[in-house]
């Protein structure tokens, strides 16, 4: 190359080439996104969980108003109802205050006796059937919840069918002590020892 000659030359293109300006922007803004979005999006993710979480972890949720409809001393069942506009957190939140009461003694100061004189206590065996509407909280729809889903309904054809009852229950609470190994156990809904339960079914503890 001659001093006199420039770096521009006839012909030859000046600058970098038109792809290399290209793929340099597009790889700026592939590093861009990589390393920034990527904070950010994952903060939404862990924000906008709501729908997966499910209401009755609501901790501040009030507790719940519940009135003495039924007691069945023979099947050891008691049937309780609560107001129709109970939440399934209100709900969930009665079932763990009935099992601390239970655990701390004091379970007979708001649930008659299911096993009165029992060696284990009042409540040794106790099945707490939950009710937002009093007319399913009848001995009638209990006993049909005791006998369960392969009960004949010919025995009984003028009792509340079986799936009515159970789309019925808004919580279960299940004590047997003589179970050491699971004595309690709490659900919203419904579920017989077969395993058939109603549509919200969901164990608590």
Avoid: C
């Avoid at 309780?80 to 601390?100: M, N």
């Avoid at 004189?117 to 099945?127: C, T």
């Amino acid at each position: 190359m001659s001093e006199n000659q420039g770096p521009y030359q006839e012909g030859k293109r000046a600058g970098l080439h038109p792809l290399v300006v290209v793929f340099g922007i597009l790889l700026g803004l592939w590093l861009f996104v990589a390393l920034i979005v990527p904070s950010s999006r994952n903060k939404q993710a862990a924000g906008t969980e709501g729908p997966a979480v499910s209401a009755i972890e609501d901790p501040d949720a009030a507790p719940v108003i519940f009135k003495m409809q039924t007691i069945i001393l023979e099947m050891n069942a008691v049937g309780l109802v609560v107001p129709p506009q109970a939440t399934d957190s209100q709900i969930a939140g009665l079932l763990k205050q009935l099992k601390q009461d239970r655990l701390a003694g004091s379970l007979g100061d708001q649930i008659p006796a299911t096993t009165p004189g029992h060696k284990l206590g009042n409540h040794a065996i106790a099945d707490i059937y939950i009710f937002s509407d009093k007319q399913f909280a009848e001995a009638d729809t209990i006993r049909t919840l005791t006998r369960g889903a392969h009960a004949p309904g010919t025995l009984y054809p003028g009792a509340v069918p079986f799936e009515v009852a159970m789309e019925a229950v808004r919580g279960h609470y299940r004590i047997d002590l003589n179970d050491t190994g699971s004595p309690d156990t709490g659900a919203l809904g419904f579920a017989d020892e077969s395993g058939v339960h109603s549509k919200h079914y969901r164990r608590i503890f």
